[in-house]
């Protein structure tokens, strides 16, 4: 199982990225799929998941409205789409995956990728 993020920047505070997670070696189905992030000194943050089976998204309430998870299913790859991009956004952005329902608070999965830096100044 291989999950590999790409897209993270140096961008201006007010811009937009968007995070891509290319899966292989494993069947995405009946799974949940979501991006993590982590800081220097704070805790991991679950940001977004999207269960494959239904398309169903879920979301913290400290990033709806400015974060979209989205899935090609033909291609096996999960973005996350980060708009108005603040300072507090700087961190590490992990894909995660667990074949299971998303998990409470979104942050703690089976399978994870080495991670993309999102730096905005």
């Known amino acids: 199982v291989q999950l590999v993020e790409s897209g993270g920047d140096l961008v201006q505070v007010g811009g937009s990225l968007r995070l891509s997670c290319v899966v292989s070696?494993?069947?995405?189905?009946?799974?949940?799929m979501g991006w993590v992030r982590h800081a220097p000194g704070k805790e991991r943050e679950g940001l977004a998941g999207?269960?494959?089976?239904?398309?169903?998204?879920y979301y913290p309430d400290s990033v709806k409205g400015r974060f979209t998870i989205s899935r090609d299913a033909a291609k096996n790859i999960v973005y996350l789409q980060i708009d108005n991009l603040k300072p507090e956004d700087t961190a590490t952005y992990y894909c995660?995956?667990?074949?299971?329902?998303?998990?409470?608070?979104?942050?703690?999965?089976?399978?994870w990728g080495q991670g993309t830096q999102v730096t905005v100044s």
């Open positions: 995660g995956a667990v074949q299971a329902y998303c998990p409470y608070k979104l942050r703690d999965y089976t399978y």
């Open positions: 070696g494993y069947t995405l189905s009946r799974s949940c």
């Open positions: 999207i269960y494959t089976t239904d398309g169903s998204t």
